[in-house]
């Protein structure tokens, strides 16, 4: 059994172990969870609400999860004196799978993101954000049951690296000063300083999870979305390092853009994934313009953080959008909006974006029927226009129902 330094051993349940490359889930795994800052305790309570409720009724009772808290955020500092405690990050390594609510991190001010701390301590390399839409959701166009895609974001590299030195430190004035005399650049001296750095190694690894997911999950196109037209040596690059993989380790199942119209005079051959990359900016366009032309989008960090909140506006925001941070055997599976602290305790905010999150978390280990329970069971919570505060005031003839009140209505229509 596994020894904390500070934490106690969970008292019920099994561990997930992996086994070639595979996790090997029991009936009773241990799932860790933290409860999350802010409304991090309302959404996070009813989300397990929801999933203990569709893994009894997928499973006849028969498999359970057994939910096991560890701690980051505010509540961790209050009980710890730390953020990140040691034993919360070899809790989700010894387990594999986690559940985490939202973290608090301050704007220009205070300590580092710890999300994004925890996904570079773990090396959870992918971000990866099914999208698609809900019958009945308010959406600000016309068409949201166009939108159907999957982004894999890269979380490690790009400007979220955190390689960057405050306007005025001594480090900034040394990159300075270095750049601007042996480099014979003109960066003004009052400038705070990042690095963007995006490597072979990070590219290709998530390059390969998209085309996995894509093969796996019968999606037709994987998409490269980049500003390489500017950034012709990091996002370029990415675009360059993507089709690499592409041809050389998944030649049988893909085929470019060019292939497409000069092999298959622009049909489609079952079997084959269509390989493309767009700019950036244009792209902001086409999800909006024509959004059933793409699938999976593979793009890295920051412009998958711009993507992923500007693609799911267009079907509800983002009280309804599931994430995960993903490592070939580490999952961390989390709400992708922030803490809302005026709307913390108040039970009254969307919970939608952590259970879809957790629908998400069964499929990966295998609980698929109750991955199913829990879609039909918020498909049916929407269409009845029985939903929480922010999707009330959207919707005509909606009701407008608590935190908890959603999570009862959606295991009402599973």
């Given at each position: 059994?596994?020894?904390?330094?500070?934490?106690?051993?969970?008292?019920?349940?099994e561990?997930?172990?992996?086994?070639?490359?595979?996790?090997?889930?029991?009936?009773?795994?241990?799932?860790?969870?933290i409860?999350?800052?802010?409304?991090?305790?309302?959404?996070?309570?009813?989300?397990?609400?929801?999933?203990?409720?569709?893994?009894?009724?997928?499973?006849?009772?028969?498999k359970?999860?057994?939910?096991?808290?560890?701690?980051?955020?505010?509540?961790?500092?209050?009980?710890?004196?730390?953020?990140?405690?040691?034993?919360?990050?070899?809790?989700?390594k010894?387990?594999?799978?986690?559940?985490?609510?939202?973290?608090?991190?301050?704007?220009?001010?205070?300590?580092?993101?710890?999300?994004?701390?925890?996904?570079?301590?773990?090396?959870?390399?992918?971000?990866?954000?099914?999208?698609?839409?809900?019958?009945?959701?308010?959406?600000p166009?016309?068409?949201?049951?166009k939108?159907?895609?999957?982004?894999?974001?890269?979380?490690?590299?790009?400007?979220?690296?955190?390689?960057?030195?405050?306007?005025?430190?001594?480090?900034?004035?040394?990159?300075?000063?270095?750049?601007?005399?042996?480099?014979?650049?003109?960066?003004?001296?009052?400038?705070?300083?990042?690095?963007?750095?995006?490597?072979?190694?990070?590219?290709?690894?998530?390059?390969?999870?998209?085309?996995?997911?894509?093969?796996?999950?019968?999606?037709?196109?994987?998409?490269?979305?980049?500003?390489?037209?500017?950034?012709?040596?990091?996002?370029?690059?990415?675009?360059?390092?993507?089709?690499?993989?592409?041809?050389?380790?998944?030649?049988?199942?893909?085929?470019?853009?060019?292939?497409?119209?000069?092999k298959?005079?622009?049909?489609?051959?079952?079997?084959?994934?269509?390989?493309?990359?767009?700019?950036?900016?244009?792209?902001?366009?086409?999800?909006?313009?024509?959004?059933?032309?793409?699938?999976?989008?593979?793009?890295?960090?920051?412009?998958?953080?711009?993507?992923?909140?500007?693609?799911?506006?267009?079907?509800?925001?983002?009280?309804?959008?599931?994430?995960?941070n993903?490592?070939?055997?580490?999952?961390?599976?989390?709400?992708?909006?922030?803490?809302?602290?005026?709307?913390?305790?108040?039970?009254?905010?969307?919970?939608?974006?952590?259970?879809?999150?957790?629908?998400?978390?069964?499929?990966?280990?295998?609980?698929?029927?109750?991955?199913?329970?829990?879609?039909?069971?918020?498909?049916?919570?929407?269409?009845?226009?029985?939903?929480?505060?922010?999707?009330?005031?959207?919707?005509?003839g909606?009701?407008?129902?608590?935190?908890?009140?959603?999570?009862e209505?959606?295991?009402?229509?599973?």
């Open positions: 059994m596994i020894k904390f330094k500070k934490f106690s051993p969970p008292t019920e349940g561990a997930i172990t992996v086994k070639d490359g595979k996790l090997v889930v029991p009936d009773n795994p241990v799932i860790p969870f409860i999350g800052d802010g409304i991090g305790p309302d959404i996070t309570n009813a989300t397990r609400m929801v999933v203990d409720a569709a893994v009894e009724k997928a499973s006849s009772g028969k359970k999860i057994a939910w096991y808290e560890v701690y980051a955020g505010e509540l961790a500092d209050e009980k710890f004196g730390e953020l990140i405690p040691e034993d919360t990050v070899e809790a989700i010894h387990y594999h799978v986690a559940l985490k609510g939202p973290l608090t991190t301050p704007v220009g001010k205070g300590f580092r993101s710890l999300n994004v701390t925890l996904r570079i301590v773990l090396d959870l390399y992918a971000c990866v954000r099914p999208i698609r839409y809900f019958q009945g959701a308010p959406s166009v016309r068409h949201p049951e939108v159907d895609m999957v982004i894999f974001r890269e979380n490690t590299e790009d400007v979220y690296s955190g390689i960057e030195w405050q306007q005025g430190s001594k480090e900034a004035k040394q990159v300075i000063d270095f750049l601007n005399t042996t480099m014979g650049t003109s960066i003004s001296d009052d400038s705070g300083i990042g690095i963007k750095n995006i490597s072979i190694e990070g590219t290709k690894r998530l390059v390969r999870m998209a085309l996995d997911y894509a093969v796996s999950h019968n999606r037709k196109s994987v998409t490269f979305v980049h500003k390489g037209n500017i950034m012709k040596f990091t996002e370029g690059a990415f675009r360059n390092w993507g089709y690499e993989v592409a041809r050389e380790e998944y030649g049988d199942y893909t085929i470019t853009e060019d292939e497409l119209h000069e298959y005079s622009g049909k489609q051959p079952d079997g084959k994934i269509v390989v493309k990359d767009r700019i950036a900016d244009a792209m902001l366009q086409l999800v909006l313009t024509r959004p059933e032309e793409y699938d999976i989008l593979a793009m890295p960090n920051l412009n998958g953080d711009y993507f992923s909140d500007a693609i799911v506006a267009q079907v509800g925001g983002l009280g309804l959008a599931p994430s995960s993903m490592a070939k055997d580490t999952f961390v599976f989390e709400a992708s909006h922030g803490t809302a602290p005026k709307y913390a305790g108040r039970n009254m905010v969307n919970p939608g974006s952590l259970i879809l999150t957790a629908a998400m978390m069964l499929d990966t280990i295998g609980f698929k029927e109750a991955d199913a329970l829990i879609t039909k069971g918020v498909a049916g919570a929407i269409e009845q226009k029985t939903v929480t505060y922010d999707l009330e005031r959207l919707m005509e909606a009701t407008t129902v608590s935190t908890s009140g959603f999570g209505k959606i295991i009402e229509n599973m």
